[in-house]
């Protein structure tokens, strides 16, 4: 088989939508629990532990450059142990995609399809994904940078449009809520922020893997100026209000209305949501098979997709119950295995690499 | 399995007999039989012996097929020299040199050796010359089969710039292309496909600006063609097409001689087949759906405005239908409260759902188009009647249809004919009534999916190696010069990226550039 290459742009594309999928949808819930006025802080912190994962995803890349992350734990840390972490790192990327694509699905169902059963539209959200999936990494690359060059602008505009209504004194005083609320307030975008580590799959189909750092890094600050844009309009629009608001973005859009003709731009922003979450789904399915194929050894991905894409259908219809459960998960429960899988699994490769002194 | 196999290739044996060599024997008059029992039930087929060179008398025999040869020019150029005139036998070593040096007044003659290349070259025009005693044969080209005049494209009519068109004949297209690019470099490459009808492929590029290997792998795809005949461009294209799968064909094809130019001048590859007026440009990308050959000869802002205009048409063209459809379905918050009144009025007494009645009026548009092609000329008005009047008018009075949908079946179709590649409309053509369904079924979350899916689809193509969604992804902005907007041609520096990977710059001149 050929060998699939994906160049930077392409990797910062995918990356992009990768992390902003359903942080556009979750994040700003679960940041406003607990630091509704300081929220955008929260947003720096997610840029500073994604930039310091970025550190170790160059480090890991530089060392093993024709070796994605399967091969490169097995090789340092033995096959069987390698084995075991790369299986817990398999059944936590299976749980989560399972409620990614619960979360869109949902959120697609209730803004546009209230009457349609859950898994007609989970079939509408996973199939593109699996036909992206079953053609390859590059052809994710590429319709994600196609999906990323027409969307960007459009999240930023939504916002903007919104100028109008923003007020300053919602944010004052900084640091009210609290240095205690604001850090326990950033343990979920840091869970987001850790998503950024998937690039590690992907090394050696990237282009130039001297550049994984910056490719990573500037992925990073990317989302995080998105988010503080975010955040800082929920505040500034809503105020105290956005504490209990269930998907502040969406109520957010249809708050702008620039003309008496057109008043409805939360078709608009699902439709951007959708195409995004499609590039997200399409890179969590993709190095969910990579990872379940290469756990077995072997190098073709493609018999794996229709079996673990029907499990991931039913898992995604038994394992999450409601939203206000969903979201008191990935409140309380998520974060606290997602980090020392996301961050600690690299940053311990990496350490016992530099022990063994391998090479 | 294994029989069938056999068998097939006992058959591909049988047709492939001609191609063994056989050389001329001794015997003149064994010869002669040889090639008329070879040309034997062909009445199209002339021969007759001669007595060559003045004096002497010696043997000879022509054969040629009458109606594929000028008889003008073989009376005056070969058979009035051959008898009539004489030179001194011993200044020439044989009689052949002979012939060849000193009486046949034309310019392509070929000296055949075996003689199944002499009824080839008898079968696809040329006049054949036998002479006593001699080892060798002469072959004369004297093509002058009637053929259509190089006369106005019909598919790709432009206002201003190039108007001749190619046509059926090879050699007059690659004239056509040799006038427009008068330099050596220009290389055009022949091979014969298809073992009964020996179709001439030539292969056109320009040397030191294509790159090596798509130059090899166009080649290798059409030496892998096997097959008894092709009759048209379009069988050749989808055998060396990578997009089996995908409605969208990864080559197209052009009727213009300076679009051809201009894709050789980017180091693409242009394949010519005999008898077909449109030649094949490969590779191709995403890019040429929305270039018309009139870009370049209009000003740029012109060009880029229309280009603009072009991709909007082709969304509206793969979208309209679907998305009011689904909007008017089952989103009907989005529409402002006047202009679903006003909808809601005209459909009021309406018998169908909106989705049966915009599938009707998209299918029933497509046949009207079907038919206008088929048609003859004569009956033309008759059918532009019926369509317009039957179909429109009278389903609107009949309350079958609401006048909403016919403006919006009708913006589709004029938005289908602005897409410059017949390649591309034909693929939208059958995307519209998927998103339609997608759009009557589950709404906008259906016809993203569906968006998506053709992205999919077009992201995984491979032109001949070329990553098809090229400019976009991987992201070349130099390309983009060239795509949605046209930059003033100064400022198109560099060929496209993908296709001219070794020889990049394109003009080195701009202001200021004389005091270097």
Known sequence: MRKEVIDGGQLISIMFWTIMGTAVLTLPVLIGRHAPRDAWIAAVIFIIGGLGLSLVI????????????????????????????????????????SFVIWQISTFTKISLLPRTPLLIVVLIIIIP???????GIESVARSGQFIFLITFG?????????????????????????????????????????????????????????????????????IGIGGIINEFFYTAVFGPLRQHLISPFYTLVRYISPSDFIGRYDVLFVSVNLAGNFVKLSVFMYILIFSFSKLFKKQNHRPFVLPVTIALIILTLISVEGSPQLTNFLDNVFPFYTLPILYGLPSVTLLVAKLRKLK | MSKLFRNNKKKLKE????????????????????????????????????????????????????????????SENILKPLIKFEFEKDEVASIHEGVYNHLLTVGSVDIEKDLD???????????????????????????????????????????????????????????????????????????????????????AYIEGVVLEDLLEEVRQRIERVDIDGIINLGMLQEMIDDSTFS??????????????????LEGRVVVLMDNSPFVLIAPSVITQFIQSAEDYSTKYLTASFARILRVVALNINLLLPGLYVAIFSYHHEMIPNKLLKAVADAREKLPFPIFLEMFMLVFAF?????????????????????????????????????????????????????????EATNAYRLLTFIVLFAGGILGIPGIIAVSLIILVNISQLRSFGVPYLSPISPLSLSDWKDFII????????????QTAKSNKIRQRWWKGSDKK
């Open chain 1, 129 to 135: 994904s699996v036909y992206a999936v079953h053609n």
């Open chain 2, 15 to 74: 047709i492939d007999e001609s191609k063994n060599t056989n050389m001329f024997s001794k015997d003149f008059v064994e010869n002669i039989d040889y090639i008329k029992n070879k040309l034997s039930k062909c009445c199209d087929v002339e021969y007759r012996p001669i007595k060559i060179i003045n004096g002497l008398g010696i043997n000879a025999y022509i054969f040629l097929i009458n109606g594929m040869v000028d008889p003008t020019f073989v």
């Open chain 2, 366 to 422: 497509e046949i009207l188009r079907e038919a206008g092609v088929r048609l003859p000329r004569a009956v033309g008005q008759a059918v532009s009647i019926v369509g317009a009047l039957v179909i429109g008018q009278a389903a609107v009075s009949a309350k079958l249809v609401s006048p909403p949908s016919i403006i919006v079946v009708a913006l589709t179709a004029i938005c289908s004919f602005t897409i410059p590649i017949t």
């Open chain 2, 486 to 497: 046209r930059v003033p041609i100064q400022f198109m520096k560099k060929r496209p990226t």
């Open chain 1, 58 to 97: 160059g480090a890991l890349a530089k060392k093993f450059p024709e070796k994605d992350f399967v091969s490169c734990v097995e090789n340092v840390f033995g096959i069987w142990i390698g084995k075991i972490l790369i299986a817990i790192f398999f059944i936590w990327l299976l749980h989560t995609t």
């Open chain 1, 154 to 222: 459009t999240l930023f505009v939504l916002f903007l449009m919104n100028m109008p209504e923003v007020n300053i004194e919602n944010l004052q005083p900084v640091f009210d809520d609290g240095f205690n609320n604001i850090i326990r307030s950033s343990l979920a975008p840091l869970a987001w922020a850790g998503e950024i580590m998937f690039i590690l799959f992907l090394v050696p189909n990237v282009k130039q893997q001297k550049k994984i750092t910056q490719y990573s890094m500037i992925t990073i600050i990317l």
């Open chain 2, 247 to 264: 409605l969208f064909s990864t080559s197209y094809t052009t009727e213009r001689p300076d679009r051809a130019c201009s894709c050789l």
């Open chain 2, 117 to 203: 290349s002499l009824v080839m070259k008898i079968i696809s025009g040329g006049i054949g010359i036998l002479i006593e005693n001699e080892s060798v044969a002469f072959s004369v080209e004297a093509i002058g089969w009637k053929e259509r005049a190089v006369e106005e494209t019909a598919s790709e009519t432009v206002i201003k710039g190039m108007k001749a068109g190619f046509v059926e004949n090879i050699r007059t297209n690659t004239s056509l292309v040799r006038r427009m690019i008068k330099n050596p470099k220009l290389k055009i490459e022949k091979i014969t496909k298809g073992r009964i009808t020996n179709t001439e492929i030539n292969i």
